[in-house]
Nanobody, 122 residues
Framework: QVQLVESGGGLVQAGGALRLSCAAS????????MGWFRQAPGKGREFVAA????????YYADSVKGRFTISRDKFKNTVYLQMNSLKPEDTAVYYC???????????????WGQGTQVTVSS
């Protein structure tokens, strides 16, 4: 079992930055691929970024490439999403997720956090 708790969301002006954190419990955190997804009102949950268990593979959605950076700290059992140059269309609830194998860009992860709201004002 893996439990995930996100933090770091908030209200920011367009062009600003936020860093989301996802703290994981469980001794096997280092063996899980980790992903960030988001869901805007009235829309489905969409892939944002993912990092493999080793950190050797990283993926980004085209919409955030060059602006967002995913990273993980195995000693702190935490994965981060640094979000720069934020746009109003980035407004959504952001979710952290963990999976043990499979495609990291698909939404069918095994474990999910409760989500954290990010609001970007224009």
């Amino acid at each position: 079992q893996v439990q995930l708790v996100e933090s770091g969301g908030g209200l920011v002006q367009a062009g600003g930055a936020l860093r989301l954190s996802c703290a994981a419990s469980g001794r096997t955190f280092s063996s899980y691929d980790m992903g960030w997804f988001r869901q805007a009102p009235g829309k489905g949950r969409e892939f944002v970024a993912a990092i493999s268990w080793s950190g050797g593979a990283i993926y980004y959605a085209d919409s955030v490439k060059g602006r967002f950076t995913i990273s993980r700290d195995k000693f702190k059992n935490t994965v981060y999403l640094q979000m720069n140059s934020l746009k109003p269309e980035d407004t959504a609830v952001y979710y952290c997720a963990a999976r043990a194998g499979g495609s990291m860009v698909r939404v069918d992860y095994n474990y999910w956090g409760q989500g954290t709201q990010v609001t970007v004002s224009s």
